[in-house]
C-alpha cells in the first residue's frame, strides 16, 4: 500500500511539473510585437517584472527583441551572415581587413543606434570587430586561430 501512496505521490509531483509554463506576456507587448515581427516564427518568450524578451526567426536571421511592460521596444539583437550586411558596413570590412572573410554578425538596435559585432577569418587569424551605422571600426582584436 505504502508503494502505491508514493508511485500516486510521485505522479502528481511529476505532472504538477509538467503544466504549461508559457509566459504570460500583456496586450501591449503583444501589440507591438505583432506591428513590428508579424512574419516572425518560432517565437519562445522571456518575462521578467518590466521586460519581455521574445526570440524568433525571420527567415534565415535569428533576432531576440526586447520589450518593456508599456509596449516600447527597448532593443533588438540580430544573428546572421555577410550576405545581410548593409553595404557601407560590408564595404568598410572588406576595405580595413582584406583577405579576411566575415563569418558572423551580431547586430545591436538600441536607442536610435546600430552597433555590428562582426567576426572574421583568414587561414592564420580570427578578428572581432565592432562597427558603427556610418562603417567606422571602432575598435577590433585580433587572435590566432587555435583551430588550426
Known amino acids: 500500500m505504502k508503494k502505491i501512496a508514493c508511485i ?34 518560432n517565437v519562445t518568450w522571456r518575462t521578467t517584472d518590466i521586460n519581455n524578451e521574445a526570440c524568433f526567426n525571420l527567415k534565415d536571421i ?5 520589450i518593456d511592460n508599456n509596449g516600447q521596444l527597448i532593443r533588438t539583437i540580430r544573428y546572421y551572415g555577410e550576405e545581410h550586411l548593409p553595404a557601407n558596413i560590408r564595404y568598410s570590412l572588406k576595405k580595413k581587413f582584406e583577405k579576411k ?14 552597433t555590428y559585432y ?20 571602432i575598435q577590433s582584436k585580433r587572435y590566432t586561430r587555435a583551430d588550426r
Open 8 to 41: 500516486v505521490a510521485a505522479f502528481i509531483v511529476l505532472s504538477a511539473g509538467a503544466v504549461n509554463t508559457t509566459p504570460v506576456v500583456n496586450e501591449k507587448v503583444l501589440k507591438t510585437f505583432d506591428m513590428l515581427f508579424e512574419k516572425a516564427e
Open 62 to 66: 535569428k533576432v531576440r527583441a526586447v
Open 101 to 114: 572573410e566575415i563569418r558572423n554578425v551580431s547586430e545591436l538596435s538600441s536607442n536610435d543606434e546600430v
Open 118 to 137: 562582426v567576426t572574421l577569418m583568414d587561414e592564420k587569424h580570427l578578428v572581432n570587430a565592432v562597427v558603427n551605422s556610418a562603417g567606422q571600426v
